[in-house]
């Protein structure tokens, strides 16, 4: 029963290159999260969504992120014209229910030079 | 605004002593908590969470934590640690009534001595 799936694990991106993070849910999962872990800080949440719907985009940076969840495929996570600030590790999480554990994947580290 | 603090960054015990992190909450309402556990460069693992019931909840490897509503604290324990339990400890929140976005504290290091 494979878990939360991530990739790329690592991610280098130079300034104002554009950064696509993927995330697959656990199998049955339809809702998904997105948390940013700045180095030595907690995770921040940034948005929650389930199929097609963006349920809770407050803690997504107003501008160059944006994120998905289509019907088919994994979600993803944007990040346009990244600048040094973004790099972080990038945690996707997902649950059965919107009530329910939320399971976190590996993660993936970007690095923006 | 819900919140959690973990105030120690990192706890230091020998193996075999008993191992507790701290945290304390803040919400509007009655309270979702949580423990996750992160090891170098991994993800994050859920060891365990506290929703209604019994105060003292049970988790994954020998880990358990005692809600205390009147302190507002969920503290992880263990009665034995392990040099393997060395890791990065998270608690989190979300209200019951709210949105289902977690908030995490920042975190406590623990070191396990041999």
């Known amino acids: 029963n494979a878990g939360v799936m991530q990739n790329p694990r690592h991610l280098v991106r130079r300034r104002g290159q554009e950064a696509r993070l993927r995330c697959s849910p656990m199998k049955g999962h339809s809702h998904v999260y997105w948390y940013r872990q700045l180095p030595e800080e907690g995770l921040k949440f940034m948005v929650y969504?389930?199929?097609?719907?963006?349920?809770?985009e407050s803690g997504m940076p107003k501008e160059r992120f944006s994120a998905e969840f289509p019907k088919e495929g994994p979600s993803i996570l944007r990040i346009q014209q990244v600048v040094r600030g973004d790099s972080a590790a990038y945690f996707c999480a997902s649950s059965l229910g919107d009530r329910e554990t939320q399971y976190f994947g590996p993660g993936t580290r970007l690095l923006v030079l | 605004a819900q919140s959690v603090a973990q105030p120690e960054d990192q706890v230091n015990v020998a193996e075999g002593n008993p191992l507790t992190v701290k945290c304390t909450y803040s919400v509007s309402g009655n309270p979702y908590l949580f423990w996750y556990v992160q090891y170098p460069n991994r993800g994050l693992q859920f060891l365990l969470k506290y929703i209604t019931g019994d105060n003292l909840v049970k988790g994954s490897y020998g880990f358990e934590a005692e809600f205390n509503k009147s302190q507002t604290s969920f503290h992880l324990k263990k009665p034995s640690a392990l040099v393997s339990d060395s890791a990065l400890y998270f608690c989190?929140?979300?209200?019951?009534?709210?949105?289902?976005?977690?908030?995490f504290g920042k975190g406590n290091q623990v070191v396990v001595i041999p």
């Open positions: 969504l389930q199929k097609e719907n963006i349920i809770d």
């Open positions: 989190a929140v979300r209200d019951i009534y709210g949105n289902n976005r977690l908030a």
